[in-house]
């Protein structure tokens, strides 16, 4: 499985962006998708994860009402939708892959990973 994270840059505050992450490889569906962040020094910190149906999705306490993740499946493809941006949403941004069927927050669960895109709030 390979993943391949874009859409990242920079925007000011308050402004909006959104991620894709797009799959290649085994079947989509039998992913849990999730978007993590991490700055310099930092653990990777989860952002939200969704179901792969769609029918749940969990956010991070720091996200929750500003962020929406969503994924099609039939082009394999996983979005985070980043609305009213913080600087301290500065991050790079990773999309991983978690077979366990378990959906969480933790990321040793997922096993395939992004190459990661940056996304630069400005104050």
């Known amino acids: 499985v390979q993943l391949q994270a874009s859409g990242g840059g920079l925007v000011q505050a308050g402004g909006s962006l959104t991620l894709s992450c797009a799959a290649s490889?085994?079947?989509?569906?039998?992913?849990?998708m999730g978007w993590f962040r991490q700055t310099p020094g930092k653990e990777r910190e989860f952002v939200a994860a969704?179901?792969?149906?769609?029918?749940?999705?969990y956010y991070g306490d720091s996200v929750q009402g500003r962020f929406t993740i969503s994924r099609d499946n039939a082009k394999k493809t996983v979005y985070l939708q980043m609305e009213h941006l913080k600087p301290e949403d500065t991050a790079v941004y990773y999309c991983?892959?978690?077979?366990?069927?378990?959906?969480?927050?933790?990321?040793?669960?997922?096993?395939?990973w992004g190459q990661g895109t940056q996304v630069t709030v400005s104050s």
């Open positions: 969704i179901a792969r149906t769609a029918t749940y999705k």
């Open positions: 490889g085994r079947i989509f569906m039998s992913y849990i």
């Open positions: 991983g892959a978690d077979l366990t069927g378990h959906i969480t927050a933790e990321p040793r669960a997922y096993t395939y």
